[in-house]
């Protein structure tokens, strides 16, 4: 059973066009995450949300919304997509408690054309 | 602002050596580490973790070590095997906050 599944895996789409990214987690954690991986490997957070608040919204443009309609969904929708949009998109899950380990999901390939 | 980084972006070693993968942090606070291992089009899986209690932590073929003196962790990885070849990444974290990756190290084996 995938503890943390993101759906789709690759995601190719025009600009301007408005897309969603789905993730779920079945380990019972309480907070959920949205990394951006760029073409360097390098892994930013752009969002977190506990027990479906929003707590955490780096600077990402507000073309990027995360929804979460239970503490076991965390979705991002992006709104006019931009051609520096493209990268790869990992959702992941943790206890609240601070000092934790996240679980990540398999990733979604964002590209942009 | 504060970050985590490696000092080498790409490590080839040869099968059954062992490998050690660097990493200095800057956050003096931190007090949880972790290490993740990022394979081709998948996400990061936990390796290991150490909290800031210990120097030294071992898994099944990997040990982490923590020098908080100078702000250094490193990953040694025993007997490297092909399978081992990934991007690994050092994360730092204290108190609540999320934790801060690192800016990755690929791990090359050659049979």
């Known amino acids: 059973d995938t503890a943390v599944s993101q759906t789709p895996k690759y995601l190719v789409t025009q600009m301007g066009n408005d897309k969603s990214i789905k993730c779920e987690q079945n380990?019972?954690?309480?907070?959920m995450y949205w990394y951006k991986q760029d073409s360097k490997k390098f892994l930013k957070i752009m969002f977190s949300?506990?027990?479906?608040?929003?707590?955490i919204n780096e600077t990402v443009p507000n073309r990027f919304s995360p929804k979460s309609p239970d503490k076991a969904h965390l979705n991002l929708h992006i709104n006019s997509l931009e051609l520096g949009d493209s990268a790869v998109y990992f959702c992941?899950?943790?206890?609240?408690?601070?000092?934790?380990?996240?679980?990540f999901g398999s990733g979604t390939q964002l590209s942009v054309l | 602002g504060e970050s985590v980084g490696l000092h080498l972006p790409t490590l080839s070693v040869q099968e059954g050596d062992n490998s050690i993968i660097n990493c200095a942090y800057s956050?003096?606070?931190?007090?949880?580490f972790i290490w993740y291992k990022q394979e081709s089009g998948k996400g990061p899986q936990f390796i290991i973790d150490?909290?800031?209690?210990?120097d030294k932590r071992q898994g099944q073929r990997v040990t982490v070590l923590l020098n908080k003196t100078v702000k250094h962790l490193s990953l040694q990885i025993a007997a490297t095997q092909p399978g081992d070849s990934a991007v690994y990444f050092c994360?730092?974290?204290?108190?609540?906050?999320?934790?801060?990756f690192g800016k990755g190290t690929m791990l090359l084996v050659s049979p």
């Open positions: 380990l019972g954690h309480d907070t």
């Open positions: 994360a730092d974290t204290s108190g609540y906050s999320t934790l801060t």
């Open positions: 150490i909290r800031s209690n210990m």
């Open positions: 956050n003096s606070a931190s007090d949880y």
């Open positions: 992941a899950s943790s206890h609240p408690s601070g000092n934790e380990k996240l679980f």
């Open positions: 949300y506990n027990n479906k608040e929003l707590i």
